[in-house]
């Protein structure tokens, strides 16, 4: 039985250090990003780029502009040259400030006002097609649109046309280019194959090392305060929360909302001997735990007694060896078969993919799915999400972020973020010594808290780890 490979050992948690915050980057950093967006453009023959981001869809402006539309909606158009224009509503305009591209006279604007929100003045834009055409859009023009999401065969037979952004957006651009000359192109951001997101430079490897250091502690604070015959919304205050912008809603899940998947805090009373799960995600990161309200397996209801042994000790078992397959070249249907395998679905319910990548946007993609020919890479942002069901046991989680990064991007991040490196390498220390888990020299864990699981939230100085 792989559960005899691991045991509960009792520690005192490490303390890794603070990471300064990194957030902004330099107005070069980011004309690279689009400087590589156009040699994919002229890959594909395309003439223009239009990026769409709203409140909830931002990452990919975000990456391209550093600029996040707040309240209001955004459109970012790129030509083969020159200086993008970004369209913003009334309150944005003031908010354009935030991107370094901006701020450097490299990235011009307009107040678009359709953008703003219902009843603000509409009386001082342009229309959208005659904006359009100023950018060079016409009749001769290819235009890939970016949204969020890109489609494939499996969804759409003509996938490439299927575009998720608004349909006057995409309406106008078809009015003028033609039906057949407007297509998705988000997978050239998002593709774990080949997309640009799916690679870090040395600088966002540092930024997003900082946002994991800031949940992680934010957990790590909520453990070491953890009780129960509290509320829930007492409980999530342990994490400390900064007001550094939020990737997804903070969740927990106790005894008022077990039935409801992805639930925030309602009020409930954590009690013991119930199962509870908690995480915060801040913009590029996602530190979650999974267990019990419990000091020991007796404070358990009788038919969950076994938890650790049926379901928290093969789950930790088989992350470990996920840990330990995660090699650059190695493909991601090895990952999937792997989890199958050691975790057979009908006992632990692992349904969505073992392992996805990450970037301001929590899920960007993942390269680990049935029959994947996707390989890992050097740069690749991945999220240790396994998330493992059980009627009876309920879940465990170890998720955290890591880096694949080889000797020449660890190189660059050593000379330019010496803190963040030296960081990375006493956690790689810990997992090792500590936990037990053979790590490949490619891996850079980005988590205050990396590989913890305590199965027992009333008692989170024992931990998990592979037997020596």
């Not at 235009?143 to 490439?160: L, R, T």
């Not at 070491?224 to 969740?251: Q, S, V």
């Not at 891996?443 to 020596?468: G, Q």
Request: net charge negative; charged share 25%; hydrophobic share 35%.
């Amino acid at each position: 039985m792989k559960n005899e490979n691991v045991y509960l050992k009792e520690i005192n948690w490490p303390e890794f250090g603070l990471a300064s915050p990194i957030i902004y980057p330099e107005a070069e950093e980011i004309e690279n990003r689009i400087s590589k967006c156009r040699e994919m453009m002229e890959h594909r023959n395309l003439t223009h780029l239009v990026v769409y981001g709203d409140r909830e869809h931002f990452a990919n402006l975000m990456y391209l502009a550093h600029f996040d539309p707040r309240f209001e909606e955004a459109l970012m158009i790129i030509s083969k040259e020159g200086a993008p224009l970004m369209l913003v509503g009334n309150e944005c305009v003031g908010h354009l400030t935030v991107s370094p591209l901006y701020n450097a006279g490299k990235l011009r604007y307009e107040r678009y006002q359709p953008f703003s929100l219902i009843s603000q003045p509409r009386d001082e834009s342009r229309g959208l097609a005659e904006i359009l055409r100023g950018e060079g859009i016409n009749d001769d023009s290819k235009v890939g649109c970016m949204g969020w999401k890109y489609y494939s065969d499996i969804e759409f037979a003509d996938y490439q046309k299927a575009i998720e952004i608004p349909s006057f957006i995409v309406d106008k651009l078809r009015s003028i280019c033609g039906y057949d000359n407007v297509l998705n192109a988000s997978d050239i951001l998002m593709s774990p194959a080949y997309g640009l997101k799916s690679i870090l430079s040395a600088f966002e490897i540092a930024h997003f090392e900082f946002v994991n250091v800031m949940a992680s502690e934010g957990l790590k604070n909520l453990f070491k305060n953890f009780r129960a015959g509290i509320t829930d919304f007492e409980l999530i205050a342990e994490h400390h929360y900064t007001g550094y912008p939020l990737g997804c809603h903070t969740g927990i899940k106790s005894s008022g909302n077990q039935h409801i998947g992805l639930s925030s805090p309602v009020g409930a009373i954590i009690k013991k001997g119930e199962p509870c799960s908690t995480g915060i995600a801040y913009w590029g990161s996602n530190i979650c735990r999974a267990g019990w309200v419990a000091e020991n397996e007796s404070d358990l209801p009788e038919y969950a007694r076994e938890y650790v042994q049926n379901l928290a000790a093969p789950y930790f078992y088989a992350c470990a060896q996920w840990y330990e397959t995660m090699k650059i070249g190695t493909k991601g249907k090895v990952f999937r078969e792997l989890i199958d395998k050691l975790l057979p679905f009908d006992d632990f319910g692992v349904y969505l993919n073992p392992g996805h990548l990450i970037h301001f946007d929590e899920w960007v993609s993942s390269p680990i799915y049935k029959d994947s020919e996707d390989e890992i890479r050097s740069g690749m942002y991945l999220q240790v999400d396994i998330i493992p069901r059980s009627k009876k046991y309920f879940s465990s989680r170890m998720e955290d972020g890591i880096v694949i990064a080889d000797e020449k991007l660890q190189k660059e991040l050593k000379e330019q973020y010496p803190d963040t490196y030296n960081r990375c390498m006493a956690r790689r220390t810990f997992m090792i010594e500590e936990l037990g888990i053979n790590l490949p020299e490619e891996i850079l864990p980005l988590s205050n808290i990396p590989a913890i699981v305590p199965p027992f939230f009333l008692n989170s100085k024992k931990i998990l780890s592979l037997k020596p």
